[in-house]
């Protein structure tokens, strides 16, 4: 780890009047620090500032220096976002990490994290090893030739599902983007992951009201139970009334560059059976426009299945 000058600024104001790499539970800056993915010059401990709190009364409003635990065990919190921050990483770890560390945190890809290989999110231009390397792991949705790394966050793709917004702060005032908007597509250029212009910090993550989404799910698929990133997962949420969908909310992660909304998925499903045969006929859609590589082609599969075995889950019993 390179030498690095650490502050702890007291107000966002003083956080926000001078150039540096944010830390709250640093369970990834601190992690690509050592590895010398990331080396800045200054650390900001922010954690003394007043970004805390959540609120259920109208919606739900999460302070982004809440910590993953305190979240996930809240009242009022929707169902598919307990279940995908309880699914997160270690308990140790979700005792430290924040909400908007969460949703910042960088891909899980090893060519992006040795630094002794090229990575055109690193280091642009300089290629991406994994389209022709080792890319079981990576995205099949939302790839381009200059990048196939998968989005990390668990936490992401249900609040994206949910239309969630977060809330960015900068000494020239402060701005709400659609957490869905804030992620972008690799393109030609990898190395801009998000929206975060110069200067800005997530204040706050906001949950628009949706009173059906207490019946919502998150499930992960994975190599093994315990603490490891997804092969597939999906975020669902379902507004039943009788033995029909009114509408849903579905979006999955661990095959996507982005967490992915599948906005074709909910419409079929609207007016559809709580069926698996309707859900298959839904699901069939999920993975339009996978562009698979030479080790990851089963996420396709993967995917669709996913998909249904959320939708089962929510309605057992109901049919």
Known sequence: MRPFELTAPETVEAALASPGTFLAGGTTVVDLMKLNVSTPQRVLDINELPLRGIDTSDGLRIGALERMSEIAG?????????????????????????????????????????????????????????IAGANRMHAVLGTSDSCVATHASDVAVALVALGAEIRLVS????????????????????????????????????????????????????????????????????????????????????????????TAVEEALRGAPTTPTGFEAAASVAADGARPLTDNEFKVTLLKRTVVRALLELTEGSN
Request: some cysteine; glycine content about 8%.
């Open 171 to 262: 000494k020239t005032g402060s701005r709400t983007i659609e957490l869905g908007d804030f992620y972008r597509l690799p393109g030609d250029s990898p190395e801009v992951e998000n929206d975060l212009r110069p200067g800005e910090l997530i204040a706050e993550v906001l949950v628009p009201r949706l009173d059906w989404a207490s019946h919502s799910t998150y499930v992960k698929v994975r190599d093994r139970q315990s603490y490891e990133f997804a092969l597939c997962s999906a975020a669902v949420a379902l507004d039943i009334q009788g033995s029909r969908i009114v509408d849903a909310r579905v979006a999955v992660g661990g095959v996507a560059t982005v967490p992915w909304r599948l």
């Open 74 to 130: 809240h009242p009022g919190v929707y169902p598919v976002i307990s279940r995908a921050l309880l699914l997160s990483a270690s308990q140790q770890l979700r005792n430290m990490a924040s909400i908007g560390g969460n949703l910042m945190q960088r891909t899980r890809c090893t060519y992006f994290r040795d630094v002794a290989m090229p990575c055109n999110k690193r280091q642009p231009g300089s290629g991406c090893p994994a």
